[in-house]
C-alpha cells in the first residue's frame, strides 16, 4: 500500500503539531434542560460543537454561577448526536440543588479549547418513592479511611428501570430512599476514583442484590473506593529496515486496543538515521504497532508480516520495557493508479482517524496483500495509490463516535458488505470523490450495565478476526458495534436491559443474526455466531493451479504449540519444508519429497520446543523462500 496524502499527512504531524500548540476552538450555545430519568432527575446538556474536536470534557460546579466553588470535570469523551448539536446527560445530580456548566473542547494531541458559555440550572422535586424505606452508609477512602464527601450513590432496581441517587455529606455519610424492591449499590465519585458496586463489586451483576422492604430503614451498607493512581511508563522499541538490512525511514504508529476491539490511535514515533524508533506508552495495556515508510518504495505493515489490524499481533506492555518489536519492510510494485475521498458525518463534516480499509474482490493469492489500509486526515481525506489492478470494496470505520460503513455511490449507508458497490482499478485508473457517510452512533442511557459478548468463528471453528458485529433494537436501529479480534471475540457494554438482535458481518462472508437476545444486569450475555464462506472465496482463484511458488506467512503467530504454515506450488517438483532455530540448526523436518502443482496446508506442532524465534524454509528446484515465526508458551 502507498497513500502518499496520509504520509504526508503523518510527516506533517510528527514535524508540525508536536511543536504547535494550535488550540481548537470553543463549543457554543450550551443549553441545560432539566428532566426526569425514570424516577430521578438528569439534566441534559446541549450545544454546538466545535470542527477541530477530538473529544469534549463537561464541567461542572455544584452551586450557581455567582455563588463561590470550582468547576470540577465530570466526563470527558467523544460524544456526538444525529444533528448538529452534541448532548450530554448528568443524571447524578440532587433535587432542590442548583448546578453550572460549562464545555471544552480537546484536540486529537491533547490541547483544550476555551471554555463555552456558561450556563445555570436549578433541579426541581422529584417525587417521594411510594411507601418507601431508606439504606444508609458510609463511603471512605480505601488507602486512608478518610470520608469521601460528593459521592454519588445510587439504588438501581434488579428488576425494573429505575434508580434513586443520594449524595454523601462532609462525613462520608449518604442515605438514599427508594420504593419496596430489590436493588444493587452503586458509588461514584466525581473524580480520583474508581467507582463499584456494593459490596466492592465492579459488574453490575456480580453486586450484592438489596432486599428493601416498606419503612425498613436498613444501616452500614458501607464502601471503601480505591483512588486511580496512574500507571507506570515504559518504552516500546525497535528497528524498521529492508529485506537486505539496510535502515529504513518510516512512521511508526500505535494503536491502544479496547476491550471492544474500537481502535483508539494514541502515538506515533519516526525512526533515526539507523532506523531506530522508541515509543513510550501506558503500563498494563495490549498495543497494535502499524510501519508507514517514508518512501514509496516500501509496503507498510503491522508487527510481524500482518496485513491488517484484527489480525495483528497484541503487544503487552506489562511492568517491562518492550524491546526487539522489529520491521523488515518489502518493495512493492508501483502502478500509477489510485483511490481518493473523504470520510464525513451526515453533516458533510470531515471525520479524522477513520480506518479505511480496500477490499480485493478477487485477491491474487500469490500477492502478500489482498487489502489495502489507511487513516483519514485532519480534513477527514484519505487516499490509497499505486494499487494492484482489479476490482474493490471499501470500507470505513471510524472509531467510537460513528457507525462503520461500506461504500455506495448514492452516498447511503450500509453494513453489509454484499449491498456495496464495486470499484474497478486498472494500472492507470484513478478514482476521486469516493466518499463516505457515517451516521453517529446513537447515545446510550448513562447507567446501562449490559453486556453482550462472544465469538465468530467459521464452519471450522475458526476464530473470524476483523468481522463486524452490531447490535440493533426490534426496530433494526444498531446501538452499537464491535470489531472481533485474533480470537474472533467481540464485546459490547454499557447496553441498557432489553432484547436485542446481533448481527455479524465480514468481507467474503455471508452474514449471521441471532435474534431475541435479552440482555440483562445479572451477568455478561454470551452470543456465538458462526459465518459461512460466500462464493467469493471460490472466486479468488482457490481452485484454479498457481502459476508461481509462495510461501505465506503461518498462522497464528505468535502460536503455542501449534501452529499452520500454507504454501503454493507452479509445478511438480521436489520440496522441502524446515524448520530452523535462531542460530541456523535444524529442529524439524515437514515436508521433504516430490509434490504435484497445487496449494498446501501443513500443520507444525512444537511442543517439544522452548519458547523463542524460529524460521521455516521452503525449498525446491528452482524456489527458496524464508519466513520468521514466534513460539511463545
Not at 364 to 377: A, G, K, N
Not at 608 to 623: P, Q, R, W
Request: proline share 6%; glycine share 8%.
Amino acid at each position: 500500500m502507498k497513500v502518499k496524502g496520509f504520509i504526508l499527512f503523518l510527516i506533517l504531524a510528527i514535524f508540525g503539531v508536536q511543536n504547535a500548540i494550535a488550540q481548537p476552538s470553543a463549543p457554543t450555545d450550551l443549553t441545560a434542560t432539566v428532566g426526569q430519568i425514570d424516577m430521578y432527575p438528569g439534566v441534559t446538556l446541549q450545544w454546538k460543537g466545535s470542527e477541530d474536536a477530538f473529544k469534549y470534557n463537561i464541567y461542572r460546579k455544584d452551586a450557581a454561577l455567582a455563588d463561590p466553588g470550582d468547576f470540577v470535570l465530570i466526563h470527558s469523551a467523544r460524544l456526538g448526536s444525529p444533528d448538529e448539536y452534541h448532548r450530554y446527560i448528568d443524571g447524578m445530580v440532587e433535587q432542590n440543588h442548583t448546578y453550572s456548566y460549562y464545555v471544552t473542547a480537546e484536540d486529537f494531541n491533547g490541547n483544550e479549547s476555551g471554555p463555552s458559555n456558561k450556563v445555570e440550572v436549578t433541579v426541581g422535586d422529584v417525587p417521594n418513592p411510594d411507601n418507601g424505606g431508606s439504606i444508609s452508609g458510609t463511603v471512605t477512602d480505601e488507602s486512608t479511611g478518610s470520608p469521601l464527601e460528593g459521592v454519588y450513590v445510587s439504588l438501581i432496581s434488579v428488576t425494573d428501570f429505575v434508580a434513586y441517587v443520594a449524595q454523601t455529606d462532609a462525613n462520608g455519610n449518604y442515605t438514599v430512599v427508594g420504593s419496596p424492591g430489590e436493588y444493587k449499590l452503586y458509588f461514584r465519585a466525581t473524580q480520583d476514583y474508581w467507582p463499584e458496586f456494593y459490596d466492592n463489586a465492579r459488574h453490575f451483576w456480580d453486586g450484592t442484590n438489596i432486599l428493601l422492604n416498606e419503612d425498613d430503614e436498613l444501616t452500614g451498607f458501607d464502601a471503601a473506593l480505591t483512588p486511580m493512581s496512574m500507571p507506570d511508563i515504559y518504552s516500546i522499541s525497535g528497528t524498521v529496515t529492508d529485506e537486505n538490512g539496510n535502515p529504513v525511514e518510516a512512521v511508526v504508529h500505535v494503536f491502544k486496543v479496547a476491550p471492544n476491539m474500537h481502535y483508539i490511535h494514541q502515538l506515533k514515533g519516526l525512526t533515526d538515521a539507523d532506523g531506530n524508533y522508541s515509543i513510550n506508552v501506558r503500563d498494563g495495556g495490549e498495543y497494535v504497532l502499524l510501519c508507514v515508510p517514508v518512501s514509496d518504495n516500501y509496503m507498510p505493515e503491522y508487527y510481524n508480516d500482518r496485513q491488517t489490524f484484527a489480525e495483528a499481533d497484541r503487544i503487552s506492555v506489562n511492568g517491562a520495557d518492550v524491546t526487539g518489536i522489529d520491521f523488515v519492510l518489502s518493495e512493492i510494485p508501483v502502478y500509477q493508479n489510485g483511490i481518493s475521498g473523504m470520510v464525513m458525518d451526515s453533516d458533510n463534516n470531515p471525520i479524522e482517524g477513520a480506518l479505511v480499509v480496500a477490499f480485493m474482490k478477487h485477491p491474487d493469492v500469490l500477492f502478500p496483500v489482498d487489502r489495502y489500509e489507511t487513516v483519514s486526515d485532519e480534513n477527514g481525506n484519505y487516499s490509497f495509490e499505486s494499487m494492484i489492478p482489479g476490482e474493490y470494496i471499501l470500507l470505513a470505520i471510524p472509531g467510537n463516535s460513528y457507525l462503520p460503513t461500506f461504500y455506495k455511490t448514492d452516498g447511503t449507508e450500509t453494513m453489509f458488505w454484499k449491498n456495496s458497490d464495486v470499484l474497478n482499478i486498472g494500472e492507470t485508473t484513478m478514482l476521486s470523490d469516493i466518499n463516505f457517510y457515517c451516521e453517529p452512533i446513537p447515545e446510550l442511557p448513562a447507567d446501562g450495565f449490559a453486556l453482550i459478548t462472544g465469538f465468530v468463528t467459521d464452519p471450522d471453528n475458526n476464530p473470524v478476526p476483523g468481522a463486524t458485529v452490531y447490535v440493533t433494537d426490534q426496530n433494526n436501529n444498531i446501538l452499537s458495534y464491535s470489531v472481533t479480534d485474533a480470537q474472533g471475540k467481540f464485546e459490547m457494554e454499557n447496553l441498557p436491559s432489553g432484547n436485542y438482535n446481533v448481527v455479524a458481518d465480514n468481507f467474503g462472508y455471508n452474514s449471521a443474526e441471532q435474534s431475541n437476545v435479552t440482555a440483562d444486569y445479572n451477568s455478561a450475555q454470551q452470543v456465538n455466531l458462526t459465518l459461512q464462506p460466500s462464493s467469493i472465496t471460490a472466486i479468488g482463484n482457490e481452485n484454479e493451479v498457481p502459476t508461481e511458488f509462495s510461501l505465506k506467512q503461518n498462522y497464528p503467530n505468535p502460536f503455542n504449540p501449534s501452529t499452520t504454515i500454507k504454501y503454493t506450488l507452479a509445478k511438480s517438483t521436489n520440496v522441502t519444508l524446515k524448520i530452523y532455530n535462531v542460530l541456523g540448526k535444524e529442529v524439524a523436518t515437514l515436508v521433504n519429497g516430490k509434490q504435484t502443482a497445487g496449494r498446501y496446508s501443513v500443520n507444525f506442532d512444537a511442543s517439544n520446543l522452548t519458547s523463542g524465534i524460529y524460521f521455516y524454509e521452503l525449498k525446491t528446484n528452482e524456489f527458496t523462500q524464508t519466513r520468521k515465526m514466534i513460539l511463545m508458551k
